[in-house]
């Protein structure tokens, strides 16, 4: 098998731990992106799962913008704060309907 740099097989041992040095933490907001250095990352063995394959004959067609981190993490915190703008109104408009959705930690109990 051909392995691109960077990525590990999984396949045959699941418990197997990992740990990466030099890693990045990347955030993607819509067409930009920015990498935060986050240095030696362990990874224990039970929270490894394989996701899926490269396809390395499929052509990229995806363009991105590299930012600075200052200008993802202000990017990320804007779409963040959307995000729970619209939530909230969507509360509010199906309690005004006498609607409500259950929140995420009574979950288990359904």
């Known amino acids: 098998m051909n392995y691109m740099p960077g990525t590990a097989s999984l396949i045959d041992d699941i418990d197997t731990n990992l740990v990466f040095h030099q890693t990045v933490e990347r ?11 986050r240095g ?9 799962v394989l996701l ?13 913008q590299q930012v600075s ?7 990320q915190r804007l779409q963040q704060q959307a995000k729970q703008e619209t939530e909230k109104a969507k509360v509010t408009a199906l309690k005004d309907r006498g609607l409500s959705i259950p ?3 009574n979950l288990d109990e359904y």
Do not use: Q, S
């Not at 030696?40 to 490894?48: D, K, M, Q």
């Not at 899926?52 to 991105?64: A, F, Q, S, Y």
């Open 103 to 105: 929140k995420a930690d």
């Open 52 to 64: 899926g394959e490269i396809d390395m004959d499929k052509p990229c067609d995806t363009v991105l």
């Open 27 to 37: 955030i993607h907001v819509g067409k930009k992106f920015g990498d935060i250095p």
């Open 69 to 75: 981190i200052e200008e993802i993490l202000e990017e």
């Open 40 to 48: 030696i990352f362990i990874v224990r063995g039970e929270n490894v």
